[in-house]
């Protein structure tokens, strides 16, 4: 079974200053991570996804994230915030390789500050 | 807009009924995907369908239903509806199952009252 936690459902940044999103996960098998991102009354967009390539991954939008295996972990960083970026986060784990069910996070909302 | 059409966006419909949602994927998508956005319970995956066979299956009631056409398209029945089961559905596509991340569409916001 999977599961995912996602630390902190609201994190307020200034405008210019790192986003950090932190998520970890639990899984049986060797998992595939994802981050989406939902603005208000859309659906979710893919930001970025981990398929065991490079643990660094670099997503849309000038975030990236880190699989680090050994903390369970695949935190979702910007350098610097824009007021566009302000938005709902959800990381998501898969059922395996197949990936046929993701299994989210509560989300974190992420506020911008002039 | 992600290529996947959802419709209707807002349904207002009374407890004990059935309603019909109906999801149209990316073109060349053969994979559907529902899932199940509420406040209480997030984002839950319900079911998902590869090219008419149904593949996965989540925390999907027994008073919910679902099928994918032959043309692709996907409808998700939900019957005797109860009050809790006012959420956005939401439906995603991908080329093929899973691995590489869906499309989500926008949504069908469900009120039951």
């Known amino acids: 079974a999977q599961s995912v936690t996602q630390l902190g459902s609201h994190v307020s940044v200034s405008e210019g200053a790192l986003v950090l999103l932190r998520c970890n996960y639990s899984?049986?098998?060797?998992?595939?991570l994802f981050w989406y991102v939902q603005y208000p009354n859309q659906g979710l967009q893919l930001l970025l996804k981990?398929?065991?390539?490079?643990?660094l991954v670099k997503g849309i939008n000038g975030f990236e994230a880190e699989f680090k295996k050994s903390e369970t972990s695949f935190h979702l960083t910007k350098p610097s915030a824009h007021m566009s970026d302000a938005a709902e986060y959800f990381c998501a784990v898969s059922d395996g390789r197949s990936a046929r069910q993701l299994t989210f996070g509560s989300g974190t909302q992420l506020t911008v500050l002039p | 807009d992600s290529g996947v059409t959802q419709t209707p966006k807002h349904l207002i419909t009374a407890t004990g009924q059935r309603v019909t949602l109906r999801c149209s994927p990316r073109s060349g998508d053969l994979s559907v995907y529902w899932y199940q956005q509420s406040l209480d319970q997030g984002l839950q995956f319900l079911i998902q369908?590869?090219?008419?066979?149904?593949?996965a299956k989540g925390n999907i009631l027994e008073r919910f239903s679902a099928q994918q056409f032959p043309d692709l398209h996907s409808e998700l029945n939900l019957s005797s509806l109860e009050l809790g089961d006012s959420a956005l559905y939401f439906c995603a596509s991908s080329v093929r199952e899973g691995g590489y991340g869906y499309t989500f569409g926008s949504g069908t916001r469900l009120t039951v009252v």
């Open positions: 369908y590869y090219n008419g066979e149904e593949r």
């Open positions: 981990y398929t065991s390539a490079a643990t």
């Open positions: 899984s049986s098998v060797p998992p595939y």
